[in-house]
């Protein structure tokens, strides 16, 4: 699976936009980008997932690149309960296990 | 749906003392991970089933730890003997089984060894 590079932490404001960033400059044709992230003291929490197109959920949107080097995962209105690590995955198609790495630690300021 | 569920939360032992951590994924779902985090790390994949057969095993230290899923449902996690350095949380997840399905954990047991 390619590498990932993201920030090690963020701030955001309470109700802005947070928009994380990630960089995966090696992925190839038929890696997805997946989105978890983990709260304090609990298990990892799927998100969203892509492979070329920008996808919305209920969650988060994901905007990925044209040429898939990069991507930014966006939450519309953060909340304090938005402050988590969040990690960037790549996956290659096919492969069920997702490699973590550090992921981005968010705090979400009142 | 019921979540991916763990037990126990907590343990403590000490040093080479063995421990079991149980894993009862979301029912269907057909593959089942084990993770071990440490402080301040992302979780490491230990090992991988599908069904009731292993399809990842290549960084479990199958020296000491071992894993077994009886009839493709739940799944225990063994230490014996125990280390100093398995203090960790152990994560358990578990997914459909079809490719580019997302994962699902549960709240993870947190194991110190003293």
């Known amino acids: 699976d390619a590498k990932t590079t993201q920030p090690t932490s963020m701030d955001c404001a309470e109700g802005r936009a947070a928009n994380l960033p990630c960089n995966h400059s090696?992925?190839?044709?038929?890696?997805?980008v997946y989105w978890y992230r983990q709260i304090h003291s609990q298990g990892p929490q799927y998100i969203i997932h892509?492979?070329?197109n920008n996808e919305t959920n209920e969650m988060a949107s994901l905007i990925i690149t044209e040429d898939r080097k990069s991507s930014t995962l966006i939450l519309p209105h953060a909340t304090l309960r938005d402050t988590a690590v969040y990690y960037c995955?790549?996956?290659?198609?096919?492969?069920?296990?997702?490699?973590f790495g550090s992921g981005t630690r968010l705090q979400v300021q009142p | 749906e019921a979540g991916v569920a763990q037990s126990p939360r907590y343990k403590i032992i000490e040093k080479r003392q063995s421990v079991a951590f149980w894993c009862n994924p979301i029912?269907?779902?057909?593959?089942l991970y084990w993770y071990q985090q440490i402080l301040g790390q992302g979780p490491k994949l230990l090992i991988q089933?599908?069904?009731?057969?292993?399809?990842?095993d290549s960084q479990l230290p199958k020296d000491r730890f071992s894993a077994e899923r009886l009839k493709g449902v739940d799944s225990t996690l063994k230490i014996q003997p125990a280390k100093l350095e398995d203090s960790a949380v152990y994560l358990c997840?578990?997914?459909?089984?079809?490719?580019?399905?997302?994962?699902?954990f549960g709240q993870g047991t947190r194991l110190t060894v003293v």
């Open positions: 997840a578990s997914s459909h089984g079809t490719p580019n399905t997302e994962a699902f």
């Open positions: 090696t992925i190839s044709g038929n890696e997805y």
């Open positions: 892509g492979l070329k």
């Open positions: 995955i790549v996956r290659e198609t096919g492969r069920r296990a997702l490699t």
């Open positions: 029912s269907g779902h057909a593959t």
């Open positions: 089933f599908q069904n009731n057969g292993v399809v990842d």
